[in-house]
Nanobody
Framework: QVQLVESGGGLVQAGGSLRLSCAASGRTFSMYAMGWFRQAPGKEREFVAAISWGARSTSYADSVKGRFTISRDSARNTVYLQMNRLKPEDTAVYYC?????????????????WGHGTQVTVSS
């Protein structure tokens, strides 16, 4: 079992930055690929970014490439999402996810565990 708790969301002006954190419980954190997803009001949940268990591979949605960076700290059992140059269309609830398969996670085919989400609101 892996439990995920997100933090770091909030209200920010367009052009600003936020860093989301996802703290994972369990000693097997390093064995999971980790990802971030988001869901805006009235829209389906969508993939944002993913990182492989050894942090050798990362992938991003086209809409966030060059602005967002995913990273992980296995010593702290934490995955981060650094979000720069935020836009109003980035407003959403952001969810952390863990999966045994990086490829399936990045393709949004499968996630084994989900966090409860953290709200990000970007004002224009």
């Amino acid at each position: 079992q892996v439990q995920l708790v997100e933090s770091g969301g909030g209200l920010v002006q367009a052009g600003g930055s936020l860093r989301l954190s996802c703290a994972a419980s369990g000693r097997t954190f390093s064995m999971y690929a980790m990802g971030w997803f988001r869901q805006a009001p009235g829209k389906e949940r969508e993939f944002v970014a993913a990182i492989s268990w050894g942090a050798r591979s990362t992938s991003y949605a086209d809409s966030v490439k060059g602005r967002f960076t995913i990273s992980r700290d296995s010593a702290r059992n934490t995955v981060y999402l650094q979000m720069n140059r935020l836009k109003p269309e980035d407003t959403a609830v952001y969810y952390c996810a863990a999966a045994s398969s990086y490829n399936e996670l990045a393709a949004f085919l499968r996630a084994d565990y989900w966090g409860h989400g953290t709200q990000v609101t970007v004002s224009s």
